[in-house]
């Protein structure tokens, strides 16, 4: 199922949406008078019990001042906080800068919590036959979930 699971970033095991399983961390940079957030990561909990302890989570020693749990950022309401960081909006103001780094790393966390099959297509996008696929597609054709899911499949050609 699209949306439940996850590689993490460091052990590259599966992830889950459930409580106590899946952590984001994400570094932040001061820039102008705010922060900007960089460097997300989706990795396990620390867990120090048995059966495996886990310990994926770089923490605050690695520069990873921020963390919260992977599912705030799952479904309408993590969408409504990943919007919030590229703009407050009409009832906040408006006219802020966006507190991400950099935009493309940005929208690639985005779509692994939010766009389903993203996350299962995402480690054969450097595949060749990938790139043959969508040689001509348009520019947001790639990343619609059926698309996704077929590349996931591998079976786009078929
Ligand atoms: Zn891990």
């Known amino acids: ?13 599966l ?16 820039a102008g008078d705010g922060f900007r957030k960089y460097d ?5 909990k620390t867990i120090d019990s048995d059966p495996e302890p886990q310990r994926c989570d770089p923490g605050s020693s690695e520069g990873y001042h921020s963390s ?14 990943l919007l919030s960081w590229l703009s407050i ?21 985005v779509r692994r919590v939010q766009t389903p099959y993203y996350e299962e297509a995402r ?5 060749e036959k990938t790139h043959h696929w969508l040689g001509d597609a348009n520019e947001y054709h790639p990343y619609l979930p059926e698309t996704l899911r077929r590349i996931a499949d591998g079976t786009f050609g078929e």
């Open 123 to 127: 480690s054969r996008f450097d595949e």
């Open 68 to 81: 919260l749990d992977l599912k705030l950022f799952l479904g309408p309401n993590g969408l409504a906080m």
């Open 40 to 44: 997300f990561k989706i990795v396990h």
């Open 89 to 109: 909006g009409p009832l906040k103001g408006g006219g802020s800068a966006p507190q991400v780094e950099n935009m493309d790393e940005f929208v690639d966390f």
């Open 15 to 30: 992830v889950t949406s459930h409580p106590n399983n899946g952590l984001v961390v994400w570094r932040t940079d001061r």
């Open 1 to 13: 199922m699209p949306l439940q699971a996850w590689l993490c970033d460091v052990c590259g095991e």
